[in-house]
């Protein structure tokens, strides 16, 4: 997976779909965003900013992931 990557966006639906391997959470208000922990850090905005010293604090404590993880979610 290269940076940057199209951010998966929560969409609103009339069910939830139904049947086995299904998975759901909330939607949160938050700040949408990628984690990259390769060498470094870089945290990726949905729109593809590179918000890394928006979330130092979040990139600092991601240095203990194995490298070649990528997170998505709500920071």
């Given amino acids: 997976m290269e940076y940057p990557v199209e951010v998966a966006l929560a ?3 009339p069910a939830l779909p139904e049947g ?3 998975w759901f959470e909330p ?8 984690l990259w922990r390769r060498d470094t850090v870089r945290i990726q905005t949905r729109s593809g900013r590179d918000a ?3 979330w130092l604090d979040i990139a600092t404590a ?4 194995p490298p070649d993880t990528v997170l998505d979610g709500v920071m």
């Fill in 11 to 13: 969409q609103q639906v």
């Fill in 27 to 34: 939607k949160l208000d938050g700040d949408r965003g990628v």
């Fill in 20 to 22: 086995p391997g299904w």
């Fill in 52 to 54: 890394t010293q928006q």
């Fill in 62 to 65: 991601a240095m203990e992931l």
